[in-house]
């Protein structure tokens, strides 16, 4: 579990989530229109160079997310770096029944996904995200008032990711329904449910918690650009 864990953006571009890689046999990064993620292999200087090339020059970003230390070669600097947690679920969850709105969302619901994300800031979120797994909402006076589904893809894990829930319908646990219906979407898949949150975000992580999640490990995060 450790070794899949350590690097989840790399074992999710090596594995299951290939066909949206760019790069080589060290260092891969997402479609940039699809996601901002990256990864070396490891922090070899072969694997650390060829993370590097994958950057080119003037506005071109990416993050990096991995439980080891982040070491970046000499022409990339991180321009902002944080400190998150990953969680897996460990006790299984049934989601509430009372919350049967929850419902898939297509392609014609993106502008509208990607207006919430904009709004919300759950985390990097494109026109494309989508892409990368199935998203479900729910729809209260004909908005969309949240909306949540699964991101990284790597063998027997999935992430739970854009979990997030518009002001105005905050306080009724629609990203709790939500997270327990993928949550219960992915383990009828036979895979392990898993999420991320910044480490000083205490009311996530205490949410998270009640809906069955504990910490594995701290994972760092960076902003990674080519020095100019």
């Not at 969680?87 to 049934?94: D, G, H, S």
């Not at 919300?120 to 969309?144: A, I, K, Y």
């Amino acid at each position: 579990m450790s070794e899949l864990l350590n690097r989840v953006v790399w074992s999710a571009l090596a594995t299951r989530q290939s066909a949206f890689s760019q790069g080589t046999a060290l260092a891969r990064r997402f479609d940039p229109g699809v996601s901002p993620f990256a990864s070396a292999k490891d922090n070899s200087d072969e694997a650390l160079a060829a993370l590097e090339d994958l950057f080119q020059t003037g506005d071109d970003r990416a993050f990096l997310l991995q439980a080891e230390n982040i070491l970046l070669p000499g022409n990339l600097v991180a321009e902002k770096t944080a400190l998150g947690v990953l969680m897996i679920e460990k006790t299984a969850i049934v989601p509430p029944s009372r919350h049967a709105g929850i419902q898939p969302l297509s392609v014609e619901d993106v502008p509208e996904m990607v207006a919430l994300a904009e709004l919300t800031q759950p985390g990097p979120f494109t026109d494309r995200t989508p892409e990368l797994g199935t998203f479900f909402g729910v729809r209260l006076d004909g908005r969309l008032a949240a909306m949540g589904g699964t991101r990284l893809n790597l063998s027997g894990y999935r992430e739970i990711s854009g979990l997030c829930t518009h002001p105005d319908f905050q306080g009724r646990g629609l990203a709790s329904a939500l997270t327990l219906h993928v949550a219960a979407r992915i383990r009828a898949d036979g895979d392990t449910p898993f999420l991320h949150a910044y480490a000083d975000n205490h009311g996530a992580i205490g949410l998270y918690r009640k809906l069955g999640f504990e910490i594995w490990n701290e994972v760092n995060v960076a902003v990674v650009r080519r020095r100019t």
